[in-house]
Nanobody, 120 residues
Framework: VQLQAFGGGLVQAGGSLRLSCAAS????????MGWFRQAPGKEREFVAA????????YYADSVKGRFTISRDNAKNTVYLQMNSLKPEDTAVYYC??????????????WGKGTQVTVSS
């Protein structure tokens, strides 16, 4: 699976961004899809995940209530709607695909990251 993320940018605190990740190469609906992020000097961390049907979603406590993950299997695309952004959300965001659970060690495919910068 090839993953390409879009939608990063610079936004003021309190603003919103929507990330998209387009997948190609294999059957998209076979995979659990997710987002991770990595801030400068920090380890990559889990942000959100969604199961194959879109019926179950999972979030890190730090983004719960502010971020929403969704997917469109017809378009082979997963989205991350980010609202009420905070400066601490600044990071490179990575799209990921897994046939199992969504942890860093279980990811089968990574996309190239997209930078999100939130100014105070």
């Amino acid at each position: 699976v090839q993953l390409q993320a879009f939608g990063g940018g610079l936004v003021q605190a309190g603003g919103s961004l929507r990330l998209s990740c387009a997948a190609s190469g294999r059957t998209f609906s076979n995979y659990v899809m997710g987002w991770f992020r990595q801030a400068p000097g920090k380890e990559r961390e889990f942000v959100a995940a969604i199961n194959w049907s879109g019926g179950s979603t999972y979030y890190a406590d730090s983004v719960k209530g502010r971020f929403t993950i969704s997917r469109d299997n017809a378009k082979n695309t997963v989205y991350l709607q980010m609202n009420s952004l905070k400066p601490e959300d600044t990071a490179v965001y990575y799209c990921a695909a897994s046939t199992l659970v969504m942890t860093i060690k279980s990811v089968d495919y990574w996309g190239k990251g997209t930078q999100v910068t939130v100014s105070s």
